[in-house]
């Protein structure tokens, strides 16, 4: 059991079972028996008087989902104290890139749509990066990548999520509940001065109580009352990562930070992310014809394509010559590319939007989500080129290096 746990820590074991369910998800919605899998994921479970009668989808979406954004923000947060990200310059390049990939892809689509009537309100759809996939394709072809590299991606994804959740609460809602969402932030705070006192928890409910008896209840509750807020609920999940304590604190032989990402890191990447694949990636097809010709598609071909590939490479290579930004001297700009193609995988975010923009028009609801799958597989597509090849270049550059070391040594 040990060794299988160890295996699914590593993220290209992880990667390669989501990509798997998203294939099986995409083959089984599109197969005769598209009406069972509808059903399957259509199935609606959970306490109604909190609101949370959720569908099968949903549950995947917004609370599988918030395991590995917890994950991510977790890992960030060890970055921001311990890592990469600890240099201000480093860690403002991702972030600039970000708003940047964000804001260039909107802008094609609106400029594609320009004067089409309703088809003008998708602009959002090409704004977001799916972190989780993005995340796996990356660990899949670029096992010899400097580790850097997924830094970079994994903070402007983040940043890239949170616009497009500000956007979604802005631009794509009608209002949001303060009540519950202030409510999660006095949470927030709580678990972060929990977090940050070390043993307070134990202090103050008894030192034979768990943390996890604390932290556990608190963060499910924070996750629902960002859910009844209307703010996407796996936010809470990375907020909560960011809060967590990277330090050991007296008597602890390690942070709380390390123990949550060993104990949840395999049932995340084994477990979390294939099931939310498995229930979110079953887009069908219709006519690929008039798919192909309708604007709102080629908008958003052409946003998370084109884009969010200019947008983020370019917008990196302006921001180091106008701003102390600077890239991390492992990487090379051909690397910064691969992964700005890469960031245009859009799935989860990108099909809320979708939803959310064509609630009365079903072809353009079918039309957009089938070409969010379709750019999102020519992005893996070229990025997988491009990361491939820049692969072999430092597998090849680490085995020169280690046939010199083995030669000095003798």
Not at 9 to 37: E, K, M, Q, T
Not at 154 to 165: P, Y
Not at 196 to 219: D, H, K, Q
Not at 379 to 384: D, F, G, P, R
Request: charged share 15%; proline share 5%; aromatic share 8%.
């Amino acid at each position: 059991m040990r060794g299988v746990l160890d295996a699914l820590r590593r993220d290209a074991v992880g990667g390669s079972l989501l990509i798997g369910a998203a294939l099986v998800a995409v083959l089984w919605a599109n197969s005769p028996w598209s009406d069972a899998y509808e059903s399957v994921r259509s199935f609606s479970f959970g306490p109604e008087a909190m609101h949370l009668n959720l569908s099968v989808q949903a549950w995947a979406a917004d609370g599988l989902l918030t395991l590995f954004f917890f994950i991510v923000g977790n890992e960030l947060k060890q970055e921001f104290v311990h890592g990469e990200l600890r240099h201000p310059r480093r860690a403002l390049l991702p972030i600039v890139a970000a708003l940047c990939g964000v804001v260039l892809p909107a802008g094609i689509f609106a400029a594609i749509n320009f004067g089409q009537g309703e088809a003008a309100s998708g602009w959002g759809i090409p704004m977001a990066t799916d972190i989780a996939f993005a995340v796996a394709v990356l660990a899949v072809v670029g096992r010899h990548l400097p580790p850097a590299l997924r830094t970079f991606l994994l903070t402007l994804a983040i940043v890239d999520d949170l616009a497009a959740i500000v956007v979604i609460a802005v631009f794509y809602t009608e209002g949001l509940s303060w009540a519950p969402l202030l409510g999660a932030v006095g949470l927030l705070a709580v678990f972060g001065v929990l977090q940050r006192g070390t043993g307070l928890a134990a202090r103050l409910l008894g030192s034979r109580v768990p943390n996890c008896a604390v932290f556990v209840p608190l963060a499910v509750v924070i996750w629902a009352l960002m859910h009844e807020s209307g703010v996407h609920a796996t936010i809470a999940g990375a907020a909560m990562g960011l809060l967590m304590r990277t330090r050991a604190g007296r008597g602890e032989s390690t942070s709380p930070s390390h123990r949550a990402e060993h104990l949840l890191r395999p049932w995340v990447m084994g477990l979390a992310l294939p099931l939310f694949a498995l229930f979110s990636a079953g887009v069908v097809f219709g006519d690929l014809g008039s798919t192909l010709t309708d604007p709102v598609a080629l908008g958003i071909v052409a946003g998370l394509v084109g884009g969010k590939l200019i947008g983020i490479a370019g917008g990196s290579w302006v921001a180091t010559k106008l701003t102390p930004a600077e890239l991390n001297p492992t990487l090379r700009w051909i690397d910064i590319v691969g992964m700005s193609q890469l960031a245009g995988i859009g799935f989860t975010v990108s099909l809320l939007i979708s939803e959310l923009s064509f609630p009365e028009n079903p072809v353009m609801l079918d039309h957009a989500k089938s070409a969010v799958l379709i750019a999102s597989t020519l992005a893996t597509a070229l990025a997988a080129i491009i990361l491939g090849l820049r692969n072999a270049h430092y597998r090849t550059q680490a085995n020169a290096d280690r046939q010199v070391s083995s030669a000095e040594r003798s």
